[in-house]
Nanobody, 119 residues
Framework: QVQLVESGGGLVQPGGSLRLSCAAS????????MGWYRQVPGKQRELVAR???????TYADSVKGRFTLSRDNAKNTVYLQMNNLKPEDTADYYC?????????????WGQGTQVTVSS
């Protein structure tokens, strides 16, 4: 079982920056993806950014050039650096970890952290 502990988030003015962190612990296999999704009330949860164990990083079009996902392998932690934040980035952000074992893919979610972009 993988546990995900998130930190970061909060209130920031438009144009500001925030960094989200997500530390994974537990049984972590070598084939995985890890990243962040976000959700606003009434809408589906959407991908923000994710990184695979093979080193491929995917970003939502809406955050390309503003957000950067990085990973510290030694700490099993991913960081989402969010720059030039916009009001439309306001959402609950969820860390996500999926890993592949002999029995298939297992998926885990963090508890969520709120990001509010407002003046």
């Amino acid at each position: 079982q993988v546990q995900l502990v998130e930190s970061g988030g909060g209130l920031v003015q438009p144009g500001g920056s925030l960094r989200l962190s997500c530390a994974a612990s537990g049984s972590i296999f070598t084939i995985y993806t890890m990243g962040w999704y976000r959700q606003v009330p009434g809408k589906q949860r959407e991908l923000v950014a994710r990184k695979t164990s093979g080193g491929i990083t995917t970003y939502a079009d809406s955050v390309k050039g503003r957000f950067t996902l990085s990973r510290d392998n030694a700490k099993n932690t991913v960081y989402l650096q969010m720059n030039n934040l916009k009001p439309e980035d306001t959402a609950d952000y969820y860390c996500h970890h999926a890993e592949y074992s002999g029995s298939g893919w297992s998926k885990f979610w963090g508890q969520g952290t709120q990001v509010t972009v407002s003046s």
